[in-house]
């Protein structure tokens, strides 16, 4: 089972938004309209939301699902506003449209409710909820998606209770699928969803392998870009700035040239401590399930530490410790120059669309190609500069 939101998106032929619609976007789409059903809303939303989704057979969260009518978590390119929504009016949570919005001024998910008035709810009108709650006030987010929100996801490559769990392919439900595939094209819900003529769509099948067929990976890469920016804001803001930065060099496990040892030795710096990732992380007095997002996994176990949540092609810590650099890059023209060396990367290091999926990462939080060939040189343009601003902060 599983807890999860969805995202929409339209037909070229209706209104397209840009990249950056937020839920405020969809209030006043929905007001500025008078829309009073879902099934209206739909038609209604960018293309990039409806076109960029997966689909949940189980739940556990205030919304139902089932193999027939499942789940949709809409998360458009970035996943910084995703919708869920599903499709029987038997089920639970029918009659709303839940969705997060990640909050970039503040490096946060905030998670509402949007509820439509029908007969058995008795509303006059849609209404709204508040921050991180239920429209009746009765139920808190908080209670799932823990103290500091966050999504459920769990760790790639299986995906419980989602069509194509099992690394983005959906043969172990096929028959199932091929059951719901039928009757999408005249859901008066799921027909508004972008989806490609083939069985397995969206999903992976014998020729449609690439990363555009991967719906559950990329929604685990999104958000592990997001989880990278709400973990550094965690560490800044409740242990200050050199933890944090240990924490950043210690997760890419920089070297530090002699000179620098000398240096910082010089000063009584235990490199050893100050870098120790587990010891950082402790201090921090959060649970994995709290720091990451994993559901069925409270506290993941080696290879995967509590810090580590391995998302899709990247690791927390690692995008934690890339969300470190790109805030000191504000501060630092060489270590701003080395991450736009290292987007660059990307453009010839790849082909499309695999070269657009990282080119559109890389705007929320720069990866440096964990599993691919350039790993390893770009930890180390990273590491060049970060262990120099780590030795200047400390010696100073």
Not at 132 to 139: E, G, T
Not at 160 to 177: H, I, L, R, S, V
Not at 219 to 224: D, V
């Amino acid at each position: 089972m599983r807890i999860l939101l969805l995202g929409f998106v339209l037909f070229s032929t209706f209104p397209v938004f840009a990249q950056s619609f937020k839920f405020e976007d969809l209030v006043d789409l929905i007001k500025s309209k008078h829309l009073q059903t879902l099934e209206e809303v739909l038609p209604l939303l960018p293309e990039e939301l409806r076109s960029h989704y997966t689909l949940m057979r189980e739940s556990r969260s205030l919304q139902a699902a089932s193999d027939l009518d499942p789940r949709v978590i809409m998360y458009g390119r970035d996943a910084k506003l995703t919708c869920t929504f599903n499709g029987d009016s038997s089920q639970r949570g029918f009659d709303t449209l839940e969705c997060f919005q990640f909050r970039d001024e503040t490096s946060s998910f905030d998670f509402r409710q949007i509820q439509f008035p029908t007969d058995e709810n008795g509303l006059l009108q849609v209404e709204y909820s508040e921050s991180n709650r239920s429209v009746d006030k009765k139920i808190s987010c908080t209670g799932c998606h823990m103290a500091d929100p966050r999504p459920n996801w769990d760790s790639y490559s299986h995906w419980p209770g989602a069509y194509g769990e099992n690394d983005d392919t959906p043969q172990d439900n096929f028959q199932k699928y091929s059951r719901f595939v039928a009757k999408r094209g005249s859901h008066p819900r799921y027909q508004w969803l972008i989806q490609q003529d083939y069985a397995e769509a969206p999903y992976m099948a014998e020729t449609y392998f690439d990363i555009d067929h991967r719906p559950n990976l990329r929604f685990g890469e999104a958000i592990g870009r997001l989880m990278g920016l709400r973990g550094y804001r965690l560490l800044q803001t409740r242990l200050g700035e050199m933890p944090t930065l240990g924490f950043a060099v210690g997760a890419l496990q920089c070297l530090f040239t002699d000179a620098q040892k000398s240096q910082l030795g010089a000063k009584g710096v235990d490199l050893e401590r100050e870098l120790n990732v587990a010891e950082i992380f402790g201090r921090l007095k959060m649970s994995g399930r709290e720091w990451s997002a994993v559901i069925f996994n409270d506290t993941p176990s080696s290879p995967s530490a509590p810090w580590e949540h391995q998302f899709g092609y990247t690791f927390l810590k690692e995008n934690v410790a890339v969300a470190v650099a790109q805030n000191l890059a504000q501060t630092y023209p060489t270590l701003a120059a080395t991450i736009t060396k290292i987007k660059d990367y990307f453009k010839t290091a790849y082909q499309e669309p695999d070269r657009r999926f990282y080119q559109d990462m890389n705007e929320t939080l720069l990866g440096l190609d964990y599993f691919g060939g350039g790993y390893t040189e770009n930890r180390k343009y990273i590491c060049d500069e970060m262990t120099k601003i780590f030795t200047e902060k400390r010696t100073r």
